[in-house]
């Protein structure tokens, strides 16, 4: 079946790079996306790609999807103590349902 | 810029007892979602909704809940007899289209006692 996997937490220093790692089974999967989610909030889509790319980036993050492997990764430059949050990756279905991983929570320390 | 609204933020309820959690989808669009996330677990698909008609369902979705669209701008999810297990916070979310992004609410905290 449909499973996506994340490490649980990740903890940095301010002002270096963080790396959010997940991987997922189906391989059918059209996008991945990564949702961020603060405290008490909802889920805000940082960014996406589609399945025939290896590499996106947009302004600090940087997704890297490794197809053959099925892992995705989410690197931030310069992580800022306002990126610490809780951070899921997602992949779509076949349908549009959403499959999210565990949620890998960074803490972003001065 | 337009974002989908929840209401309530949080409901608490008895077991055994209906609850009806509301969202106001982004205007202009077609797919509308609900997801649910038990506390420390993962975020968990529960429907979609197109055309006035279920896309999909999960096997969480069972006979206790319902869906619908009563107004041009509602979304709601119906839970007929609450139970323990029921207590997560629920978020909706829409697209324009299918396939598209999908913007999620703030979500509503139910409790079940």
């Known amino acids: 079946g449909e499973d996506v996997e994340q490490s649980l937490f990740l903890s940095v220093r301010e002002g270096d790079s963080s790396v959010i790692n997940c991987t997922y089974t189906?391989?059918?999967?059209?996008?991945l996306y990564w949702y961020k989610q603060e405290p008490g909030a909802g889920l805000q889509l940082l960014t996406y790609?589609?399945?025939?790319?290896d590499m996106k980036q947009d302004q600090r993050l940087t997704v890297l999807l490794n197809k053959k492997d099925k892992h995705l990764s989410l690197r931030i430059a310069d992580t800022q103590t306002g990126d610490s949050a809780i951070y899921f990756c997602?992949?779509?279905?076949?349908?549009?349902?959403?499959?999210f991983g565990t949620g890998t929570r960074l803490q972003v320390f001065p | 810029e337009p974002e989908v609204t929840q209401t309530p933020s949080h409901q608490v309820t008895q077991m055994g007892q209906e609850v009806i959690l509301r969202c106001v989808p982004i205007?202009?669009?077609?797919?509308f979602y609900w997801y649910r996330q038990i506390l420390g677990q993962k975020v968990e698909f529960l429907v979609s909704?197109?055309?006035?008609?279920?896309?999909?369902k999960s096997e969480i979705f069972d006979d206790q809940f319902s869906v619908e669209r009563p107004d041009g701008s509602n979304f709601t999810l119906k839970i007929r007899s609450t139970k323990l297990e029921d207590s997560a916070m629920y978020f909706c979310?829409?697209?324009?289209?299918?396939?598209?992004?999908?913007?999620f609410g703030p979500g509503t905290r139910l409790t079940v006692l």
């Open positions: 979310a829409s697209s324009r289209d299918s396939g598209d992004e999908q913007f």
């Open positions: 189906d391989s059918s999967s059209t996008y």
């Open positions: 790609i589609f399945s025939n790319m």
């Open positions: 997602a992949e779509s279905a076949p349908t549009d349902k959403l499959i």
């Open positions: 205007s202009n669009h077609l797919y």
């Open positions: 909704f197109y055309n006035n008609e279920i896309s999909e």
